[in-house]
């Protein structure tokens, strides 16, 4: 199944590339691979603000990364000319997870964007990934999630 039929199959509709809120860009592609910027996690078009382990727990968190993940594959839709079935594979995530000092699952938070990716791309879709746990995020945003993939 291509990852269109699998979006559609999900209920899943990309949004257009986030515009950035400071002085970078989108996304930077430098040979097969395209660096995709942070992208803060939103509810309802405006930054989903919480803390995990104060304000939200982890399975609200997970489904924050899942939303984060949604924004990256709108940019990332624009990094392969519009057609997803140029990327090759998701190299890499790395995520930031705005917690408590005493939370301890932000691995657990970042498969929500992890696990869509697989479930979209296959075996493609496996990265490798790095996630942190930061006393804030900008504006508030309980997590933030950038990526690098390779296109074809």
């Not at 989903?48 to 924004?71: F, M, N, S």
């Not at 979209?120 to 950038?146: N, T, W, Y």
Request: hydrophobic share 45%; net charge neutral; glycine share 10%.
């Amino acid at each position: 199944m291509s990852v269109y039929e699998q979006l559609k199959e999900l209920h899943i509709s990309l949004p257009p590339v986030s515009v950035p809120s400071a002085a970078y860009v989108p996304y930077v592609q430098t040979g097969p691979l395209v660096f995709l910027s942070g992208h803060i996690a939103r509810k309802d078009g405006k930054p989903w603000v919480a803390q995990l382990g104060r304000d939200i727990g982890t399975e609200e968190g997970k489904a924050a990364a899942r939303a984060v993940a949604i924004d990256l594959l709108g940019t990332l839709q624009a990094a392969c000319g519009g057609d997803l079935n140029r990327v090759k594979r998701i190299v890499k995530l790395l995520s930031l997870v705005n917690c408590t000092s005493d939370f301890t699952e932000q691995h657990l938070v970042t498969n929500g964007a992890s696990e869509l990716f697989v479930r979209l791309f296959g075996d493609k879709g496996a990265h490798a990934r790095s996630a942190f746990g930061v006393a804030q995020l900008p504006m508030g945003a309980c997590v933030e999630i950038e990526l690098i993939a390779e296109l074809a």
